[in-house]
């Protein structure tokens, strides 16, 4: 088996780019290619190109009807459905190619680990989550993260777990496998009654055989670091120890940091640095070290994504930065010409310490009552004691 991990890359992938104006600009996958080059984190390290998904991956996971849709849309005169040409998904040129190497991208991620070539493989392109099987939603096209799943699925692999730690829920990967026992799907996001898809109750669990496979702990407006970190570890050590994935997928959203402009938790940098090490202990811990890192969400692109990203990357090759790190000037320069009037950071850091007191089974704030509903909605189905701060 292997170790090393295995970084699908390919510029093309900046091809999926919705429009200057809007929130998703694939200038924050150049700049965090760009500081982790900068900082020495890719040194020694091979890029893999991906090709693009083929229509029998995309099918593992989308309608015909859709597929046909997405590639007719550039040249339609006409309203094609299926949720695209909104301001949240507009038409754009090779839409259909943009968006299948990036499902490409995912699964040549998941082959290198299915294949024994890595342990842990990454496409920070990736991670669309809000794709449905039959239309586009939240700058979603195809899912990469199902349709890479689908695809281990089919290679025999018997248990994935897909833990989602982007702000909004992971609605399309749940979605996809809400019935189906061999994924379990577990998101903390921002509560679905103050943020968009408006879905992720702790009350919804999975269906059928499924019962107990999927985890939702939303989080009040304004969650910091602390309450943030308290709330993952109620929960999410819990149900991998008691589901033992053979391969763990994350996607890793940028955009529960206090900067974001498109939500309302409050997290640091500093503590999405120190859940990237949760990450990679849970892989280790839980999943045979087998692991599966995505991009996601994150709409502050020059602050805060390329920092964060390039933490996530350290982590996977075990080459952690430290926080005080200074901003090479190269980067800066760099960036200062792209953005518009945006102060840019100089340290890999916000300043803050992501320590956090561990849940002891009372409930004593508003973070608290999630982390009592999300145990109490679906410890009981996995043999759990929800009210035992042991499990």
Same mark, same amino acid.
């Given at each position: 088996?292997?170790?090393?991990?295995?970084?699908?890359?390919?510029?093309?992938?900046?091809?999926?780019?919705?429009?200057?104006?809007?929130?998703?600009?694939?200038?924050?996958?150049?700049?965090?290619?760009?500081?982790?080059?900068?900082?020495?984190?890719?040194?020694?390290?091979?890029?893999?190109?991906?090709?693009?998904?083929?229509?029998?991956?995309?099918?593992?996971?989308?309608?015909?009807?859709?597929? $046909?849709?997405?590639?007719?849309?550039?040249?339609?005169?006409?309203?094609?459905?299926?949720?695209?040409?909104?301001? @949240?998904?507009?038409?754009?040129?090779?839409?259909?190619?943009?968006?299948?190497?990036?499902?490409?991208?995912?699964?040549?991620?998941?082959?290198?680990?299915?294949?024994?070539? $890595?342990?842990?493989?990454?496409?920070?392109?990736?991670?669309?989550?809000?794709?449905?099987?039959?239309?586009?939603?939240?700058?979603?096209?195809?899912?990469?993260?199902?349709?890479?799943?689908?695809?281990?699925?089919?290679?025999?692999?018997?248990?994935?777990?897909?833990?989602?730690?982007?702000?909004?829920?992971?609605?399309?990967?749940?979605?996809? !496998?809400?019935?189906?026992?061999?994924?379990?799907?577990?998101?903390?996001?921002?509560?679905?009654?103050?943020?968009?898809?408006?879905?992720? !109750?702790?009350?919804?669990?999975?269906?059928?055989?499924?019962?107990?496979?999927?985890?939702?702990?939303?989080?009040?407006?304004?969650?910091?670091?602390?309450?943030?970190?308290?709330? !993952?570890?109620?929960?999410?050590?819990?149900?991998? %120890?008691?589901?033992?994935?053979?391969?763990?997928?994350?996607?890793?959203?940028?955009? $529960?940091?206090?900067?974001?402009?498109?939500?309302?938790?409050?997290?640091?940098?500093?503590?999405?640095?120190?859940?990237?090490? %949760?990450?990679? @202990?849970?892989?280790?811990?839980?999943?045979?070290?087998?692991?599966?890192?995505?991009?996601?969400?994150?709409?502050?692109?020059?602050?805060?994504?390329?920092r964060a990203w390039t933490h996530l990357l350290a982590t996977l090759l075990n080459r952690d930065i430290a926080p005080e790190t200074t901003i090479p000037e190269d980067w800066i320069a760099y960036a200062v010409r792209r953005a518009q009037n945006v102060p840019m950071p100089t340290s890999m850091s916000d300043g803050a310490d992501p320590s956090f007191e561990r849940w002891s089974g009372v409930t004593a704030s508003a973070v608290d009552t999630a982390i009592?509903?999300?145990?109490?909605?679906?410890?009981?189905?996995?043999?759990?004691?929800?009210?035992?701060?042991? @499990?």
């Amino acid at each position: 088996m292997g170790s090393q991990l295995a970084v699908v890359w390919d510029e093309s992938v900046l091809e999926y780019d919705l429009g200057g104006h809007h929130p998703l600009h694939p200038i924050r996958l150049d700049l965090t290619m760009r500081l982790a080059n900068s900082l020495g984190v890719l040194d020694g390290v091979e890029t893999i190109k991906p090709e693009p998904a083929t229509e029998q991956d995309l099918l593992r996971v989308h309608t015909a009807e859709y597929m $046909a849709a997405v590639r007719a849309a550039p040249l339609s005169a006409w309203e094609v459905g299926h949720g695209l040409g909104t301001d @949240d998904n507009p038409i754009f040129d090779r839409m259909h190619e943009a968006s299948a190497l990036i499902a490409g991208a995912s699964i040549k991620a998941a082959e290198q680990i299915v294949s024994g070539v $890595a342990d842990r493989a990454v496409n920070i392109a990736g991670g669309l989550h809000h794709a449905m099987a039959d239309r586009a939603a939240g700058f979603c096209v195809y899912n990469d993260c199902s349709a890479a799943i689908a695809w281990m699925l089919e290679q025999g692999v018997e248990r994935i777990a897909y833990l989602d730690v982007d702000v909004h829920h992971g609605d399309g990967v749940q979605a996809a !496998f809400y019935d189906d026992p061999r994924v379990m799907t577990i998101s903390l996001h921002q509560h679905p009654v103050t943020l968009w898809p408006g879905t992720g !109750f702790a009350t919804e669990v999975g269906r059928g055989n499924a019962d107990g496979t999927a985890v939702n702990v939303p989080l009040p407006p304004g969650t910091g670091d602390a309450d943030w970190r308290r709330a !993952f570890h109620a929960v999410v050590p819990s149900v991998l %120890d008691q589901f033992r994935p053979q391969v763990l997928v994350t996607q890793c959203g940028a955009d $529960a940091h206090r900067d974001d402009p498109l939500a309302d938790l409050s997290l640091t940098v500093d503590a999405q640095r120190a859940t990237y090490q %949760d990450l990679r @202990d849970l892989a280790e811990s839980y999943a045979g070290g087998k692991w599966l890192a995505l991009g996601g969400g994150g709409y502050s692109l020059f602050r805060v994504v390329p920092r964060a990203w390039t933490h996530l990357l350290a982590t996977l090759l075990n080459r952690d930065i430290a926080p005080e790190t200074t901003i090479p000037e190269d980067w800066i320069a760099y960036a200062v010409r792209r953005a518009q009037n945006v102060p840019m950071p100089t340290s890999m850091s916000d300043g803050a310490d992501p320590s956090f007191e561990r849940w002891s089974g009372v409930t004593a704030s508003a973070v608290d009552t999630a982390i009592r509903d999300a145990r109490h909605a679906v410890f009981p189905l996995l043999g759990l004691d929800p009210a035992d701060s042991r @499990d």
